[in-house]
């Protein structure tokens, strides 16, 4: 998979694409996926210039409401997520 990651604190200067193995939860554990976190719009910029150079891409497997997170990370956990699993507030 391809990830963005950060060795060192810093701004968007410091994120690198990269790729990495998908983690493998353990027993008891579940893996959950990040789609994004805003830490303002600036910091998102790294992300949006590899989306429109069509490097990566989201794929969105399914939706759960807030009320099906224990649904949601059932089917994380059970390994049928084929992309991202979106959880909706609201």
């Known amino acids: 998979m391809k990830a963005v990651v950060y060795t060192r604190y810093g701004g968007p200067d410091v994120l690198r694409l990269t790729d990495a193995d998908i983690p493998v939860p353990g027993d008891g554990q579940v893996l ?8 303002g719009v600036r910091h998102l ?4 210039e590899l989306i ?8 969105i497997d399914r939706r759960f409401t807030l009320s099906e997170v224990p649904e949601a990370l059932r089917y994380l956990g ?6 991202k699993v979106v959880v909706t507030v609201g």
Do not use: Q, W
């Open 52 to 59: 429109r150079a069509g490097k990566i891409t989201t794929v």
């Open 45 to 48: 910029d790294p992300l949006v």
């Open 32 to 39: 959950v996926k990040v789609l994004a976190v805003r830490l």
């Open 78 to 83: 059970e390994g049928h997520a084929k992309g």
